[in-house]
T-cell receptor, first 113, second 113 residues
Framework: KAGVTQTPRYLIKTRGQQVTLSCSPI?????VSWYQQTPGQGLQFLFE???????NKGNFPGRFSGRQFSNSRSEMNVSTLELGDSALYLC????????????FGEGSRLTVL | EDQVTQSPEALRLQEGESSSLNCSYT??????LFWYRQDPGKGPEFLFT???AGEEKEKERLKATLTKKESFLHITAPKPEDSATYLC??????????????FGKGTKLSVKP
């Protein structure tokens, strides 16, 4: 059974640029959420999508956005990158949308210079 | 304010030296508590779910327990392969959305042979 796939795994951007990250969930999983992980703040919830609808959003500025497609794949976008956006971005999926057993991808490591 | 605190931040053990990790929480209402393991460069991997005080779950050398204010992850006779960061997450009452999930910052466990 294939796991959660995130692409790209590593990327380097400069301030002011934008970035798009992709997440392909486990087959049958309809809920996809995104987290930002930094050494200082730990794991912080960005947003969650279920059946193509944003169900919840964390406390992040509007530069962070996302969407989900009909095949449950999800993308998140960060515009006008800042140095503080450097982090590991993790995608997590569940089958029903209940935040029980989350399946995480390996993450996309973003470095902003 | 809902809060999840893990201690210690880091723990170094000798192989075979049993110990416990702590996750204390101050939340308006607990729906469930989850433990995850995260290896360097990887996404977190689900370990346990606990729902009510007094509940215990076991898996190999790990045992998780829950009280009304905290959870413990007991590690019996650890091996070097148990080295990882252990994350605790609390799900608030009010629905199964992942927006109601709060992660602690983790305990980094190192087990030396």
């Amino acid at each position: 059974k294939a796991g959660v796939t995130q692409t790209p795994r590593y990327l380097i951007k400069t301030r002011g640029q934008q970035v798009t990250l992709s997440c392909s969930p486990i087959s049958g999983h309809r809920s996809v959420s995104w987290y930002q992980q930094t050494p200082g703040q730990g794991l912080q919830f960005l947003f969650e999508y279920f059946s193509e609808t944003q169900r919840n959003k964390g406390n992040f500025p509007g530069r962070f956005s996302g969407r989900q497609f009909s095949n449950s794949r999800s993308e998140m976008n960060v515009s006008t990158l800042e140095l503080g956006d450097s982090a590991l971005y993790l995608c997590a999926t569940t089958k029903t949308g209940d935040a029980g057993e989350l399946f995480f991808g390996e993450g996309s490591r973003l470095t902003v210079l | 304010e809902d809060q999840v605190t893990q201690s210690p931040e880091a723990l170094r053990l000798q192989e075979g030296e049993s110990s416990s990790l702590n996750c204390s929480y101050t939340v308006s209402g607990l729906r469930g508590l989850f433990w995850y393991r995260q290896d360097p460069g990887k996404g977190p991997e689900f370990l346990f779910t606990l729902y009510s005080a007094g509940e215990e779950k076991e898996k190999e050398r790990l045992k998780a327990t829950l009280t009304k204010k905290e959870s413990f992850l007991h590690i019996t006779a650890p091996k070097p392969e148990d080295s990882a960061t252990y994350l605790c997450a609390v799900q608030l009452r009010g629905g199964g959305s992942q927006g109601n999930l709060i992660f602690g910052k983790g305990t980094k466990l190192s087990v030396k042979p």
